[in-house]
């Protein structure tokens, strides 16, 4: 089982049980950012919205290997099923809105993986690691409509 490291723990982009967030929108990048150094993926499990106000209430984000998936309904006799990526990993990071002060807070956090995380090497593959500045965004665009 791979374990964050424990020297590690007391590092900023390390989530803690309590830390609070302006809106989802920075618990997102966070946990991605988080998701980055420690060498996985990262996923949004759920979020609640509230009926009355339209503002959500609590939300999850979670390791892409949480969970199972479900039964295949179809044939039983499908030439190539697609292989199993989910381990049933409990990584997440829960937070709920403070109606009080209008923020988010973390109040459920694991951090245990029960599976392989990234090397280092290959931090740069994973596609919530994908990013690219607007000076190469636009670089992009440039040269396509050039016809490069």
């Known amino acids: 089982m791979a374990e964050p490291n424990k020297e590690n723990m007391n590092l900023v982009w390390v989530p803690r049980a309590g830390q609070t967030f302006r809106n989802l929108d920075d ?31 609590s939300c999850r984000y979670v390791c892409p290997k949480e969970g199972r998936r479900t039964e295949d309904k179809r044939d039983n006799g499908i030439k190539n099923p697609r292989a199993e990526t989910r381990t049933g990993c409990q990584v997440r990071m829960g937070l709920t809105l403070d109606r009080v002060e209008g923020n988010y807070k973390v109040i459920d956090l694991v951090l245990e993986h029960n599976h392989v995380l990234y090397l280092p090497e290959t931090f740069h593959l994973m596609l919530s690691q994908r990013k690219i500045s607007e000076l190469q965004a636009f670089e992009i665009e440039a040269a396509e409509d050039s016809g490069v």
């Open 27 to 57: 618990a997102r990048s966070f946990w991605v950012d988080y998701g980055g150094h420690a060498g996985f993926e990262v996923r949004k499990r759920y979020t609640n919205i509230s009926k009355f106000v339209g503002k959500p209430t």
